[in-house]
Every structure is written in structure tokens, then in C-alpha cells.
């Protein structure tokens, strides 16, 4: 990654990761305004999807009728994903962008892997392949039941692929956003979902404040 000048400090790269109908997206927007508004310049960007090329390959795997290999499905997530990263990620941070992200790895982790049972072996490889030494600043993991989750999802209109998957898909999809934030404490903070929007974009902010030093109290 090129080397920032004194006067552009790189910018940092927050996540928001978690179930269907955790609340992501308006979170995302709510933290973008927040941040603008300490001065900060900001991008809000979503995976699968955030460049051109990623975005062609959204509506193949969130809408197209195929239901994929583990495998091929993973392959597909990580392209796109390699695509955001060159095309948008990077040169935003680089240009000194902070970048909120509506989710990015971790969600493979937890739809390919846990979900469908993809070998984490094969994850970890793509992960090297895709994204290198790469990891977000900080990750905000949204904690919402499924089936709340659900129901609002499917509030928003047509579901999409993973959206008509079953319960137990799910609920394995659940277990395993916990266990990624509780495995890396340091980086992700798991937030209670359920409360209303303001309330949780307040302990939003509290972890963000937390774990990067550019943020004062």
C-alpha cells in the first residue's frame, strides 16, 4: 500500500456485519453522518457489490437462480470482493476517505463457512489470495435473533437467495457472527441489535471511539 503523505493520513475501514434485518444499512448511514459531521470524509460502500465489476456479480449470486457449490459460491464472493478492494477500498483510504462498509470477509466466514460448510481451510486460502495482510480498522457486529431478523427482511419486499434460505441456515449463521466477535475482541464489538436506531448507533459510536484513536470522546 503506498506510503501517506503528512498532509492525507490514511483513512480507516469500518465493517458492519451481522444477519438479515439486523439494521446494517441504517446504521451505515448514521455513522457516515456522524462522522461527517467531526469533519471526517466519508464513503459508505455494501459487499457483495461496491464497484462495477462486484456489483455484476451481486446480482448473480443474490439474485440469479442458481443455487451454488460452497465452493464456486466463495470463489464468486471473493472476486467481487477483490474488486472492491482495488477499485473502491484502496484508493478511498488512500485519498485519506474513511470507508463504512455494510459487510465484507466476515460475512463469508460466516454464510459460506458456517452457513453452508464451506471448509475454512479453502477461506483462509482465498482470503490470502484476495485481500492479503488486509483487515478492517474496526467491525461493528450486529445481534438480532434470526427470526426477528427475518421479519423484517422480509418486510423490505421480494426475498433475495440467502433471504429464502431456512431457519437453520440462519440461526448457524447467527452462532457464527458471536463466535467471529468474540474470537477477535480487539477489532469487532457485538452490538444488541434489538434497541431502536438511536440508542444503537450510540454504542456504535462508543466501540468506534474505543478502537480508533482519531476518534476523541
Given amino acids: 500500500m503506498a506510503s501517506q503523505t503528512e498532509s492525507t493520513p490514511r483513512g480507516r475501514f469500518i465493517t458492519l456485519e451481522g444477519g438479515e434485518g439486523a439494521g446494517k444499512t441504517t446504521l451505515a448511514r448514521t455513522l457516515a453522518s456522524r462522522l461527517a459531521g467531526r469533519g471526517l470524509p466519508v464513503l459508505r460502500t455494501r459487499e457483495p457489490g461496491g464497484a462495477p465489476g462486484a456489483e455484476l456479480l451481486r446480482g448473480l449470486m443474490l439474485q440469479g437462480p442458481v443455487a451454488w457449490d460452497p465452493v464456486a459460491e466463495a470463489l464468486l464472493m471473493f472476486a467481487a470482493r ?119 448507533a450510540e454504542a456504535a459510536m462508543a466501540a468506534l471511539v474505543s478502537r480508533l484513536a482519531e476518534l476523541p470522546a
Fill in 82 to 200: 477483490r474488486e472492491h478492494l482495488a477499485k473502491t477500498i484502496l484508493p478511498a483510504l488512500e485519498a485519506g476517505i474513511w470507508v463504512i462498509c455494510d459487510r465484507f470477509a466476515d460475512s463469508t466466514l460466516a454464510y459460506q463457512c458456517h452457513g453452508h460448510g464451506l471448509p475454512e481451510s479453502v477461506f483462509q486460502g482465498l482470503m490470502g489470495v484476495a485481500l492479503g495482510e488486509f483487515r478492517p480498522d474496526a467491525t461493528l457486529v450486529l445481534d438480532l435473533p434470526p427470526e426477528q431478523g427475518m421479519a423484517r427482511a422480509l418486510k423490505r419486499g421480494a426475498p433475495d437467495r440467502f433471504e429464502r434460505l431456512g431457519a437453520a441456515f440462519h440461526a448457524r449463521v447467527h452462532a457464527a457472527f458471536r463466535v467471529i466477535a468474540e474470537a477477535d475482541p480487539a477489532r469487532c464489538e457485538l452490538l444488541d441489535a434489538t434497541r431502536p436506531p438511536a440508542p444503537l
